[in-house]
């Protein structure tokens, strides 16, 4: 079955890097398009960002555009994302979640990992 | 960027109840709408997309609705454990957007 473990979070201080990594399992990672979406604690969903299967095409939400990265590896069955200059604002749990071909939205979700921006 | 409203933000509704959850989208679109269930400590569960199209495995007493700037979630005979978060999503363009989310308690 389709298995998404996110991995990398903890605690940064503000304007620090993070990289948040997805090992993907259970399917053909190269056929699908990849989403993160955050939740900050307490608050609704936040889509950050999009690549499609190839890598072809990326897209952000403008809260993270210039500072956030999303990234794949398909050798490796693994999706990234790498947040620079990080914000108290970007505190949230960072769910990946799988793409289903036919539209963006979201069947297979990670099981989140948290990131806390704190001086 | 479309925005989406969920109205109510919560509500009280006992075992049996019929629900409904509302999403208004800020512009129309055709039926490029999904919606999600979240309980506590959990990632979200996809329920419906396509508006109206339910996710396999999800009760038949789940159902969606609409199209343009006005959907509907209804969860025809509320059970136990439906008590929870419920989001819509919009993919009808980027960037992808949800609504505020609409808590389901007990009363």
């Known amino acids: 079955q389709v298995q998404l473990v996110e991995s990398g979070g903890g605690v940064v201080q503000p304007g620090r890097s993070l990289r948040l990594s997805c090992a993907a399992s259970g399917f053909t990672f190269s056929s699908y398009g990849m989403h993160w979406v955050r939740q900050a604690p307490g608050k609704g969903l936040d889509w950050v960002a999009v690549?499609?299967?190839?890598?072809?095409?990326?897209y952000y939400a403008d809260s993270v555009k210039g500072r956030f990265t999303i990234s794949r590896d398909n050798s490796k069955n693994t999706l990234y994302l790498q947040m620079n200059n990080l914000r108290a604002e970007d505190t949230a749990v960072y769910y990946c979640?799988?793409?289903?071909?036919?539209?963006?939205?979201?069947?297979?979700w990670g099981q989140g990992t948290l990131v806390t921006v704190s001086s | 960027a479309i925005q989406l409203t969920q109205s109510p933000s919560s509500l009280s509704a006992s075992v049996g109840d019929r629900v409904t959850i509302t999403c208004r989208a800020s512009q129309g679109f055709s039926s490029a709408l999904a919606w999600y269930q979240q309980k506590p400590g959990k990632a979200p569960k996809l329920l419906i997309y396509d508006a109206s199209s339910l996710e396999s495995g999800v009760p038949s007493r789940f159902s969606g609705s609409g199209s343009g700037t006005d959907f509907t979630l209804t969860i025809s005979s509320l059970q136990p454990e439906d008590f929870a978060t419920y989001y819509c999503?919009?993919?009808?363009?980027?960037?992808?957007?949800f609504g505020g989310g609409t808590k389901v308690e007990i009363k």
């Open positions: 979640a799988r793409k289903n071909p036919s539209g963006a939205f979201l069947p297979d």
């Open positions: 690549i499609w299967y190839d890598g072809s095409n990326k």
């Open positions: 999503q919009q993919f009808n363009n980027y960037p992808l957007t």
